[in-house]
């Protein structure tokens, strides 16, 4: 009795001293999915700004700024919804929603930047140009928002 009274002793110490596991790859492939939903539906809105905007002032890189920032309006709103949910809450919300802002920021130098290339540079057709950088943009503020500002609590 008191061997099994060690080994269960050796057991919860060894599970108090495990860090905490990671979310499983279902949970991890579930969240990007809901990633992408939240930014298809952001996405849908700065092309309808987009769009009509650059045919109206023919202006496409600062149509794709005006247009990208009434889409991370939404995204930020919709990403604490539907997807890391209670994920950084632990930050308090102004600095939860100015992490959010500032790797905004950086999507906004990529996706002009990208835009403006493919525009001026590659000779595109600005929406194609556009489609380029919105695809950049989701790789790199996916894997900057999960891993820096949507962070739980360790």
Same mark, same amino acid.
């Given at each position: ?12 110490? $060894? /599970? ?15 969240r990007l999915l809901r990633y992408t939903g939240v930014n298809l539906t952001s996405l849908t809105l700065d092309? /309808? *700004?987009?769009?009509?905007? &650059? !045919? ?13 920032i009434a889409a991370l309006a939404l995204n930020y709103r919709l990403s604490r919804l539907y997807v890391f =949910?209670?994920?950084?809450? !632990? ?11 500032? &790797? ?8 002009? $930047?990208?835009? =403006? ?5 590659? $000779?595109?057709?600005?929406? *194609?140009?556009? &489609?380029?950088?919105?695809? *950049? ?5 996916? *894997? ?11």
């Open positions: 009795m008191d061997t099994l009274n060690r080994t269960a002793d050796v057991t919860e110490a $060894a /599970a108090l001293s495990e860090p905490p596991s990671k979310p499983d790859r279902s949970a991890r492939l579930r092309y /309808a *700004i987009f769009l009509p905007l &650059t !045919h109206a002032t023919d202006l496409p890189v600062l149509s794709s700024i005006v247009a990208y =949910g209670d994920d950084g809450g !632990h930050k308090g919300e102004k600095r939860l929603f100015a992490q959010f802002m500032a &790797t905004g920021l950086l999507g906004l130098v990529l996706t002009a $930047a990208v835009t =403006g290339l493919g525009i001026y540079w590659l $000779a595109l057709k600005p929406a *194609i140009a556009k &489609t380029i950088a919105v695809l *950049i943009c989701f790789v790199v503020l996916y *894997i900057v928002r999960s891993r820096l500002v949507f962070t739980p609590v360790d």
